[in-house]
Every structure is written in structure tokens, then in C-alpha cells.
């Protein structure tokens, strides 16, 4: 039998197919009408590089899950690479690379360019600390049998979605004597993990009646790390042997635990996500994605125009605190070092002001892109999208890089083809800080970047290769662009 249609069902039907192509072209542009997806017209080259940047990048968070790690990790990549620790009263001369160490937890690279430091540096900022769970001073008792540490945590996270996980403990002791004992249990295939128990549903009916923020309070992320009871005769219960175990197999005390910094962080591998491959799922990609990409750029660049400064801060998910943060004098004494060393006698602090009012900086760190799950989240003329490269972060309210910078960058980004878009949240609606307020407080215009990432601050965020790749591309253009 043939079908009958009305010309009120073919109006539908187009109606219908021209609202699907509508929806797709907004799936694959961005705000500007001209930004596609990057895979659309990526050669095959293009493809490549940013699957081996990929597995370069996951190999690479597996391995730096805190500041600490990061440190250990970037270092000995600097120098496999050619760099030397840079020591003050070391004159930096075009083309040289060095390193420099601030307190085993913040990191810079320094590579001189052909132009004097008294004519602006070029800063590349990300920070490389992660939301995560830090064992307090004195972390063990015991309960119900069980033996658990109590935790604190660093940088903002949904306390719900840290239970029932596989933990990592990884950090350092510092002993009265001087040593140091790192730790590491949980990120090796046949090492043990850690985990927070949820409530089964099963007996979840007060829980229930929480809201979403109190489902698991702050107090209650606390893991279980033994079971008891231990010995031949069952005479240790389990806090106790833990203490026992943790002198026998790394020389400390409880009282040890009070100098330690050990964190407690997923313990699962970075992995390809999707069939495609596209896509990479990894815990700590705010803002280690900004900060391997930098790292990446670094290491490869030749002589740049002006000499940069690669910042690796720390804290920054706790508001920049701390002498290893942004907020600190840091960075700005290290600028003024170099300018010393350069100079000499000759040195006065007005010189200082005015290189870095002639400086550059680069603002690196993820931001969310837009859910398919929950698009309304974002304002979506203005929300960035994965795989469509740079994000230039438009904040508003006095917080912009001024238009003449903002069209520096460009500039920068357009002379190398690298991918952008913008990036607006919802007006009053969302927030987060990076660590562009403190540069631009000395004087240095400074520009927010970022790469749109779905689920950060939670364990396992997405990423896609080729907004990495574009990361790192961009970074390199900023380094070396000139203005002809």
C-alpha cells in the first residue's frame, strides 16, 4: 500500500530536517560562525601529532598526580633537554636554558631570548596542583575495626563524588633528622589502594534526605586503610598495626606524620575515552594539561624574541597562597634577578617597574566546556566546546585583558593557525580565579587562556587531543611571535 502524505505532513517533515541541520551546525561552530571542530579538516599529520601528544600527556599525568611529582617529573625532562639550574648572578644570554626550583613544589623555566630582560620577559603561567584530599597531622584511629585516616581537602570538590573510588597515598615525611621518606602505595598495578565507603541504598534513607552538598560532609571522607585484627593472636587491632607496619617499612613514627605532606588521589590510569579515541579521561587535568603543554613548548622552542619565564605555582586552587604560590613575591624577584645579573652595578629597582611593564603574560587554566548532558548550564553563544581549540577567557567586569592585547594574541594565535574561541560563563552564575590577577598586579598586561575541559575538579575530567595539541601550539606561538 502506498503512503499518503498531506501537505501538512511534508511541511513537518521539513520543518523537522531543517531543525536537525540547525542543530548540528550548532554542535560544530563556534560563536564566531568560522570555528569547526579541529578534527573536520585536520590532515592526517595533524592527527597524528595529536595522538602522540596524547599518549605523551597521559603517560605524563599518570606520573605527576601533585606539585611535588610534577617537579621530580618536569626537571628531569628539562634536563634530558639541555637545561642547567640557574643560580643567582647568572647572566642569562639568548638561546640559554635553565631551571629553577622553588621549594621542591613550584618551578621555572627560563629561557633567554635575544632581546635584553630590561625590555619585558614573557611569562607562561599554570598552576600544578589539583583538587585532591590531604591527611590532617594526625591522621590514624581506629573504628568499627577498621583502621582510617582522617582527611582535609585542597581546591573545590563535590565531597559525593570521592567515595567508593580507588585512592593513591603519595607524598613526602620530613623527619627531625633531616631526611626525607617519599611514599607512594596505590598507583602501581599490584600495590594496594584506599577507598571512602558509601552507604549501601540499601540503608540510605536518611542519607537521602541531605541535599546534594551535604550527601557526604567534609568528616566523613575519611578512607579505610587496614582491617584488623593482626598478629598471631589477633593482639593488634588495626590502627595499631598500621603504625606498626609504617615504622617497619618506612622508618616513621606518628609523630612524623605531623612534617608530612601526603595526599590522597585517584588511583585510576589516564585512559582513551570513546570509540573514537578522541578524548582523554584523567584525574588532575586543572590544570596539568596547562602546565605539560607548557612544559611541552618550553622544551622545543628555539631562541624566542624576548626571554621567558615558564611558571609552574602552586596553590592556586587554594587562592594562590603560600610562598610557592602565585600571590608571593616569586616571580617578580626571580625577573628582578635575572635583571641584576644582566645588569650589575648598574641595576636600580624604577628599571625593575619598568620591564615589567614592558613584560607578557600568559594566564593558563582549563575551564568547563559545555555538557551535552546539561547544556544549560552555559550561556551557549559564549560557552567554548571541546575540541575547537584555545578558549580566550572573556570574564568582563574590569577583569579583560585590555582590547589592544587581546588583539596582540590573536595576532599570535592566527599567525600559526592555531584554533580559538571565547569563553563567557552565565553573568553571576559561575566563578572560579586563575592566576592572571596576580601578574597584571605588577603592571604586566596579562591575558587569561584556557581549554575547555568537561567535569574539572572532579576525579576523572575529559579533555580532547586536540585541544591539547592546540594548547601547546598556542603557548609556543606566545613565546615567539613578533609583531611585523
Known sequence: MKAKYTVSTLMLGLLLSTTAVHSQNAEETCNQG?????????????????????????SFLHTARTELLFVSAAVKAAKDAGYKE????????????????????????????????????RIVASHIDSPRLELKGRPLYGKEGFAVFQTNFHGGIKTYQWTNLPLALVGRVDKKDGTTVEISVGL??????????????HV??????????????????????????????????????????????????????????????????????????????????????????????AL????????????????????????????SSYLTDLIGELLYAEMGNDFRQPLLTRALAKSKALSIDVNPGINPLNPGAWEVGNAPRLSMGINFKLYGQGLDATSEFTAWTRAALDSKDIPWQTA???????????????????NIDTIDFGAPVLSIHTPYAVSDKMDVLAMRNGIEAFMMFERK
Not at 631562541?303 to 602565585?326: C, K, L, M, S
Open 34 to 58: 568560522t570555528c569547526i571542530s579541529s578534527w573536520t579538516n585536520a590532515s592526517d599529520r595533524e592527527q597524528k601529532s595529536a595522538t602522540d601528544l596524547g599518549e605523551k600527556y597521559k
Open 86 to 121: 640557574w643560580r643567582a648572578g647568572t647572566k642569562v644570554n639568548a638561546g640559554d636554558r635553565y631551571y629553577r626550583i622553588n621549594r621542591d613544589r613550584a618551578l621555572s623555566l627560563i629561557i633567554g631570548g635575544e632581546n635584553p630582560v630590561s625590555d619585558g620577559v
Open 188 to 201: 602501581n598495578e599490584d600495590d594496594p589502594i584506599f577507598m571512602i565507603p558509601d552507604l549501601s541504598p
Open 204 to 297: 540510605s534513607r536518611d542519607q537521602y534526605k541531605r541535599s546534594a552538598r551535604e550527601l557526604v560532609q567534609y568528616e566523613e571522607l575519611d578512607p579505610i586503610v587496614a582491617s584488623g585484627p593482626h598478629g598471631s593472636k589477633g593482639e593488634y587491632g588495626a590502627s595499631e598495626w598500621v603504625l606498626r607496619h609504617l615504622k617497619y617499612r618506612y622508618g616513621i613514627s606518628a609523630a612524623d606524620l605531623i612534617s608530612a605532606e601526603l595526599s590522597l588521589v585517584p588511583a585510576m590510569r589516564p585512559r582513551d575515552m570513546g570509540f573514537d579515541k578522541r578524548l582523554i579521561a584523567a584525574y588532575g587535568q586543572d590544570d596539568r594539561l596547562s602546565a605539560f603543554t607548557s612544559l611541552e613548548a
Open 300 to 327: 622545543e622552542i628555539k631562541t624566542p624574541p624576548q626571554t621567558v619565564v615558564v611558571n609552574f605555582a602552586d596553590n592556586e586552587e587554594t587562592g594562590n597562597v603560600n610562598h610557592t604560590g602565585a600571590s
Open 424 to 442: 563567557t560563563y552565565k553573568v553571576a552564575r559561575a566563578g572560579g580565579g586563575t592566576l592572571g590577577r596576580e601578574m597584571s598586579r605588577h
